[in-house]
């Protein structure tokens, strides 16, 4: 099956100077990553804050460009797109961002904000748009007779759903969830999840997944590939990866999760970089399990 996304060898370097006068270095905060995302699947990008996951995200969508690779979606290079090329290419490729309370300008009522991409890529008339806003409240969960409110009058969670609505408003296949729960109450979180997953359903989208919650992404990811200091280490359906985690780190990571029952023993495993070799390329162990020992 041709993949909908293709990542190959994805790098962004970041230039920091110390100082006024002091000497410029380079962090590679995505380094060489590949990973490709089938239509309709649930794709996972674990790993600690720091592990390049929303860098990765953001340059595969052109917010922040890439220093080299490759990004294939739907078989074009949208590393070589040109600026009215990329923004075509965006109405099928959108983010729902992590912060619900930054992510929506507090100046505009939120009629306006889920409006705006249909603003901005000349979609229907006046009349028409906002026939399309109140449906996209509705979808997510919201009241449409709300859309004049301002987003301080929502709580974090319908916020959430606000910046989604925006992401759904023009249709697009590809949806990238950066840490779409990460700042909501666990409450909350179930309600947004569950939303995702049946707006994945019924519009046939397509998720790039990225968390730090490994029982989230059990959950909801048919795959994952788990990221330490900018490279993928491992990655392989979800099942696999949790049954027999290869990468020490991976294992670092798993042992990390909160046990529900206080009485089962915790075996926390403490990783140590220098048992491993961090540049190690990707090797098959099982179907489609890779990791990088």
């Given at each position: 099956m041709t993949p909908l996304l293709e990542v190959s060898r994805l790098t962004k370097e970041f230039t920091r100077k110390r100082g006024l006068f002091g000497e410029a270095s380079t962090i590679r905060a995505v380094d060489e990553v590949s990973f490709a995302i089938v239509e309709g699947e649930t794709f996972g990008l674990v790993g600690e804050s720091g592990s390049g996951k929303t860098t990765t995200g953001r340059?595969?969508?052109?917010?922040?460009?890439?220093?080299?690779?490759?990004?294939?979606?739907?078989?074009?290079?949208?590393?070589?797109?040109?600026?009215?090329?990329?923004?075509?290419?965006?109405?099928?490729?959108?983010?729902?961002?992590?912060?619900?309370?930054?992510?929506?300008?507090?100046?505009?009522?939120?009629?306006?904000?889920?409006?705006?991409?249909?603003?901005?890529?000349?979609?229907?008339?006046?009349?028409?748009?906002?026939?399309?806003?109140?449906e996209l409240f509705e979808l997510v969960g919201l009241d449409p007779s709300h859309l004049s409110r301002y987003p301080h009058q929502f709580s974090g969670g319908q916020r959430q759903r606000i910046g989604l609505a925006r992401a759904l408003a023009l249709n697009p296949s590809l949806v990238i969830a950066d840490e779409p729960v990460s700042a909501l109450d666990v409450s909350v979180q179930a309600q947004v999840i569950n939303l995702l997953m049946d707006l994945q359903e019924r519009l046939k989208l397509t998720y790039l997944f990225i968390a730090h919650d490994l029982r989230l992404v059990r959950h909801i990811c048919s795959r994952v590939a788990v990221m330490y200091l900018g490279r993928i280490v491992e990655t392989g359906p979800t099942e696999a990866i949790f049954a027999a985690p290869a990468h020490p780190y991976t294992r670092a990571l798993l042992s990390a999760i909160p046990v529900p029952d206080p009485s089962v023993p915790r075996q926390r495993i403490v990783l140590d970089p220098d048992s491993f070799d961090r540049r190690a390329p990707l090797k098959e162990l099982k179907a489609g399990h890779f990791a990088a020992v």
């Open positions: 340059c595969i969508l052109r917010l922040i460009e890439p220093t080299s690779g490759e990004v294939r979606f739907k078989g074009d290079n949208v590393l070589a797109f040109s600026r009215a090329r990329l923004r075509q290419a965006r109405r099928e490729m959108q983010i729902v961002f992590q912060d619900p309370y930054s992510s929506l300008n507090p100046r505009m009522r939120v009629r306006a904000i889920v409006e705006e991409p249909l603003v901005i890529h000349k979609i229907g008339t006046r009349v028409e748009r906002r026939a399309r806003v109140a």
